[in-house]
């Protein structure tokens, strides 16, 4: 069975600092990579998948993740942040059809 | 679109009642899933459709939960009778395709209190 480890249950940065969220996976077959976020009171919404490819994958708001196999993980980075991308961030594999597995969420705070 | 259509948005009820939960997936999505978020599990997978076909139920935590999904526009997670533990919230989400990649639609949740 897969796993999904998010080593940081909280982060506070600065806005305009930039910041990174943890991500390691265990699987011991080939995996495709989600992060997701979620905003207060709502439910999630993609913020960028690995399928293939490119290790370095681009998505939406600025934000950016790096696929490492060797080190199975899956960071999450934005160079610099906003008060709106205050929320809880979740990374997510998958190994079959339909089957998500989500860690424990990262709470990201943006002070002014 | 209107996206992933829950409801009720909060339900409060008291143990031993039956509860049931609502979903309106997105139209022309062909893929549905009943997700469960608490903070000491986190998110978890309860049970998903395919072409309003039960594919894989293993989440489901006991049979005091079922799933049905009459339609291709309509699913509900229903709980009887209800628990304490089963205190969390409830999303449903829906994709195009069931496929490695696909992209998951989240509807807004359900905040189910049972006391």
């Known amino acids: 069975a897969q796993s999904v480890t998010q080593l940081d249950s909280q982060v506070p940065v600065f806005e305009e600092a930039p910041v990174e969220l943890r991500c390691n996976y265990s699987?011991?077959?080939?995996?495709?990579l989600f992060w997701y976020v979620q905003y207060p009171n709502q439910g999630l919404q993609l913020l960028l998948k690995y399928l293939s490819g490119s290790t370095l994958v681009k998505g939406i708001n600025g934000f950016e993740a790096e696929f490492n196999k060797s080190q199975t993980s899956f960071h999450l980075r934005k160079p610099s942040v906003h008060i709106s991308d205050t929320a809880e961030y979740f990374c997510?594999?998958?190994?079959?059809?339909?089957?998500?597995?989500f860690g424990q969420g990262t709470i990201l705070t943006v002070h002014p | 679109d209107a996206g992933v259509i829950q409801s009720p948005r909060h339900e409060v009820t008291e143990m031993g009642q039956e509860v049931t939960l609502r979903c309106k997936p997105i139209s022309g999505h062909n893929s549905l899933f009943w997700y469960r978020q608490t903070m000491m599990r986190g998110l978890e997978l309860l049970i998903y459709f395919n072409n309003n076909v039960p594919i894989d139920d293993s989440g489901m935590p006991e049979d005091r939960f079922s799933a049905k999904m009459p339609n291709a526009s309509f699913s509900t997670l229903k709980i009887q009778p209800s628990e304490p533990r089963d205190s969390a919230v409830y999303f449903c989400?829906?994709?195009?395709?069931?496929?490695?990649?696909?992209?998951?639609?989240f509807g807004s949740g359900t905040q189910l209190s049972v006391l």
């Open positions: 989400a829906s994709s195009v395709e069931l496929l490695f990649g696909e992209k998951l639609f």
């Open positions: 997510a594999v998958s190994v079959s059809h339909g089957k998500l597995t």
């Open positions: 699987s011991s077959v080939s995996v495709y």
